[in-house]
């Protein structure tokens, strides 16, 4: 017997019904959506012999003629080839598009450097002297950021044979080998670019590397195998690289729940410390690198009352690298006591022997007529969206006010990245948390961007120069004349010896503080294999193998 539903009652039953389904349909839209976006987490996602990249920095350009920042040369180590280049995990120099190292005149001005053959560009362009010379003349004559490295101080290039290429220079330089590996200065298609100043192309990379650019659309980038490459072939079938811009939170979930393969700069330091603890447990794996970035104070040598000599040397006296290490930086630092990391043989702890000197301050400030009831007042500036430098100026602080009783005060005040180092130069700042990262590895790459002075004299400073440009304003006609000899010296010894000279004199006179040098860290699932970290900040691909298909 067939009941008859009431009108009222089907209606009801029908509306139900219909929300059912619209939910229906939107579980299933939404588990759709889920499996098509790349960013959405997946313990197990499809790779195909490819691997997933995660890091925090964004490249503002690929052009190698202009980028300037780690993002992007990081991405041109990998894509484009220079002249020579650093042994994986090593600071050794080797020829890279250069076929063996380069014959230097007996007066340090010519480098004649044999070239590879049968290398093509990822257009199919050949590769030859010609193709090196167009190269490094666009690097030069674009003016892009990174243009002065060569246009300081190459006078000619010359293609002196098919596959040779002749740079004279303005003046000897014992470290332009080691500039020629710095990656900007990569071999790029003719046929796909131009040369003229300005006329860059940031979304576009035909180099001759292991990898070809596929896309770049600001918050991914896929590369993948060249197949004709002339070296060694990737042990992976390609790269996807997905950028977490600014946000260490978003990199830091996605790689412990697996849709991220290799996790590399930058993690804030209490999510190192988590995930380094994670990786002892055997959850996945950490490789810890030397690091050649290194963190200093600026004194600027123009403003009370760091114009005293006495108020430098006492605030270097009070520095106690091992506190900023551990409350700071949760011991993910080592103490630097010279300009140059210790990654370099020239490196001498100038610093180290009257650090912690508390008495040694007290006397030099109370000789330079400062007390609790007229102390020395110093700003410390530092890049307000850094977290590291405020903390490092904050314990600066309360370090004067326990171990000092007030005769010198420190006032920690943040500003802006790109306003800060607008003013760094105006001498804005009397003291500047700032940190480098090398150009190139040579002890000269902490020496002189820092210290030479082309302009200026004892009363006014430097007007012009490396330390205008660092805000620190120190002139030193015997350190000028310590660069030079060392930059035209191309006896290892004998050079060691000048960089002697330079960091037992920085010592004495300050204009800066050495803090700390990195370490240097790279997170990989327990499927990846081949993991290598460069002291040079950049991170090898086609090392890496992944046994997730």
């Not at 950028?243 to 993690?267: P, W």
Request: hydrophobic share 40%; charged share 15%; with cysteine.
């Amino acid at each position: 017997m067939c009941e008859i539903v009431p009108m009222k009652t089907l209606k009801r039953i029908l509306k139900y019904l219909a929300l059912a389904f619209l939910c229906f349909t939107l579980i299933v839209a939404c588990n759709s959506n889920r499996q098509q976006n790349p960013n959405t987490t997946n313990n197990n996602p499809p790779r195909n012999g490819r691997i997933v990249i995660g890091t925090t920095l964004k490249p503002r350009t690929l052009d190698p003629a202009d980028s300037y920042e780690a993002a992007g040369l990081n991405i041109i180590y990998n894509v484009a080839e220079s002249l020579y280049t650093y042994k994986v995990g090593t600071t050794e120099l080797i020829p890279l598009l250069a076929e063996a190292m380069p014959q230097i005149s007996d007066d340090g001005l010519v480098y004649t450097i044999p070239l590879r053959k049968g290398v093509k560009f990822h257009d199919g362009t050949p590769f030859n002297a010609e193709a090196m010379k167009f190269s490094l003349d666009r690097f030069i004559q674009n003016g892009g950021k990174p243009s002065f490295l060569l246009s300081d101080i190459v006078k000619d290039i010359k293609v002196t044979g098919e596959y040779q290429l002749t740079i004279t220079l303005k003046k000897p330089f014992a470290a332009f080998t080691s500039l020629l590996a710095f990656p900007g200065a990569c071999a790029v298609s003719p046929k796909s670019y131009t040369i003229g100043e300005g006329q860059f192309k940031p979304n576009q990379l035909v180099g001759t590397g292991p990898y070809k650019l596929v896309s770049f659309d600001g918050n991914s980038i896929s590369l993948t195998p060249f197949p004709d490459y002339w070296g060694e072939k990737p042990a992976n079938q390609g790269i996807d690289i997905q950028i977490y811009a600014g946000n260490s939170a978003n990199l830091y979930l996605s790689f412990l729940t697996g849709a991220v393969d290799v996790a590399y700069q930058t993690f804030a330091p209490s999510q190192i410390t988590s995930l380094l603890l994670k990786a002892k447990n055997g959850s996945f794996q950490a490789l810890q690198g030397q690091g050649t970035v290194i963190s200093y104070l600026v004194l600027n040598r123009n403003q009370p009352p760091l114009d005293r000599p006495e108020v430098r040397k006492a605030i270097a006296s009070l520095i106690q690298r091992s506190l900023f290490i551990e409350r700071v930086l949760q011991g993910q630092a080592e103490p630097l006591y010279s300009l140059i990391p210790t990654v370099f043989d020239v490196s001498l702890p100038v610093f180290q022997p009257k650090e912690g000197d508390i008495e040694l301050a007290k006397k030099l400030l109370t000789e330079a007529g400062f007390s609790p009831s007229n102390p020395a007042v110093v700003e410390v500036w530092y890049p307000s969206a850094s977290p590291v430098r405020s903390g490092v100026a904050s314990t600066l602080k309360a370090l004067a006010e326990e171990k000092l009783g007030g005769i010198i005060q420190f006032m920690p005040s943040g500003v802006e990245s790109a306003t800060a180092f607008s003013n760094l130069g105006k001498g804005v700042y009397a003291s500047f948390l700032g940190d480098w990262y090398p150009d190139f590895l040579d002890a000269d790459n902490y020496i002189q961007p820092f210290l030479q002075c082309t302009r200026g004299d004892e009363k006014q400073g430097c007007v012009e120069g490396g330390a205008q440009t660092q805000g620190s304003f120190y002139y030193n006609s015997k350190i000028n004349q310590l660069i030079d000899q060392q930059r035209q010296e191309n006896q290892p010894a004998k050079r060691k010896a000048i960089f002697a000279q330079i960091q037992k004199i920085i010592a004495e006179d300050v204009p800066y503080i050495p803090l700390w040098q990195n370490k240097d860290y790279v997170f990989f699932q327990n499927s990846i294999t081949g993991v290598h970290l460069n002291p040079s900040q950049q991170l090898p691909f086609w090392t890496l193998k992944t046994t997730k298909q």
